[in-house]
Structure formats: C-alpha cells, structure tokens
Nanobody
Framework: QVQLVESGGGLVQAGGTLRLSCAAS????????MGWFRQAPGKEREFVAA????????YYADSVKGRFTISRDNAKNTVALQMNSLKPEDTAVYYC???????????????????WGQGTQVTVSS
C-alpha cells in the first residue's frame, strides 16, 4: 500500500520560512518523479514544484520561483519543499504527489500523478 505523508505545515508570518517534508512508503521511490501541489479555498489545485527521479531536474511554478526549493533523498524516501519569503497568497493546503516518469521527465500536471498525500495546511499571515 502506497502512502505519502506530509508534515511541516503551520502558521507563519509573511516573510517567514517553512519546510515541508513528505515521507513515502510502499513504492520504489527512485522510480517516481515527485511533486508538490497546493489548493487554496475556492481555487483549483495548482502545481508548485517537481523533481525528477534522480533529483537532477527541478521545475517550479513562476509564482514560487526563487523562493521555494524542492529536494529529495532517495536513500530515505523523502521529498522536501523549502519555502522562504512566504506571502499571504501562499496560504493553501500543500500536497505531495508521486508520478511514474522517465528519468529526465518532470511532470507538472496533476493528472500525471498517481499517488497523493493527505495534505498539510500552510497559513501565512500578513
């Protein structure tokens, strides 16, 4: 049974930092590209960042580029999202997701992802 469990969300002031983590089990982690998505109330789920199977390639939404960093540790089956310079508009539930992908592919569409975590709330106050 595949499980993706996010942690690290919380309440932070604008300009602050948070680090989200996602622990994966029940899958061959190094065979999956990993992504982070977010969904704010009343909005559709949107892509945030993704990383290739080996970690060689990353891709970011324009709204977070330069502020967020995605990384992975294939030895520990974890993926992280370091979020700096947080803004109130970053407030959302953040989801970790796993996608079967070729080595140098970084999927960005939610339909490309097979497995999803339960989400963790990030709230940025102004």
């Amino acid at each position: 049974q595949v499980q993706l469990v996010e942690s690290g969300g919380g309440l932070v002031q604008a300009g602050g930092t948070l680090r989200l983590s996602c622990a994966a089990s029940g899958l061959t982690f190094s065979s999956y590209a990993m992504g982070w998505f977010r969904q704010a109330p009343g909005k559709e789920r949107e892509f945030v960042a993704a990383i290739s199977r080996s970690g060689d390639l990353t891709y970011y939404a324009d709204s977070v580029k330069g502020r967020f960093t995605i990384s992975r540790d294939n030895a520990k089956n974890t993926v992280a999202l370091q979020m700096n310079s947080l803004k109130p508009e970053d407030t959302a539930v953040y989801y970790c997701a796993a996608a079967i992908a070729a080595r140098y592919i970084v999927p960005i569409g939610p339909k490309e992802y097979r497995y999803w975590g339960q989400g963790t709330q990030v709230t940025v106050s102004s």
